[in-house]
Nanobody, 114 residues
Framework: QVQLVESGGGLVQPGGSLRLSCAASGFVFKLTPMNWYRQAPGKERELVATVDPNKRTKYPKSAKGRFTISRDNDNNAVFIQINDLKPEDRGVYYC????????WGQGTQVTVSS
């Protein structure tokens, strides 16, 4: 079955950086687009980045410039680098894959505070 396990979250000061990781299993990773979502407190989950099997990336307007998604097809992993973190970046970050339906990991918490 599909499994997604996120890691790398934590407490970061404003202006800092984080690299989140997601280990994937249970499907043919190298052929599958992968997504990162974010859910801020009291808000709906929102897409922040997509990477296709050929490593082409796509970002919504709100995430362009500070977010960089990447993938390692040899090790079934997807990453997101977030630079210049702002308080509004706080929330739970989820790895996502669509295989018939949406599959989610447990999420990793990002807190931005001085």
């Amino acid at each position: 079955q599909v499994q997604l396990v996120e890691s790398g979250g934590g407490l970061v000061q404003p202006g800092g950086s984080l690299r989140l990781s997601c280990a994937a299993s249970g499907f043919v990773f190298k052929l599958t687009p992968m997504n990162w979502y974010r859910q801020a407190p009291g808000k709906e989950r929102e897409l922040v980045a997509t990477v296709d099997p050929n490593k082409r990336t796509k970002y919504p307007k709100s995430a362009k410039g500070r977010f960089t998604i990447s993938r390692d097809n040899d090790n079934n992993a997807v990453f997101i680098q977030i630079n210049d973190l702002k308080p509004e970046d706080r929330g739970v970050y989820y790895c996502n894959v669509r295989r018939g339906r949406d599959h989610w990991g447990q999420g990793t918490q990002v807190t931005v505070s001085s």
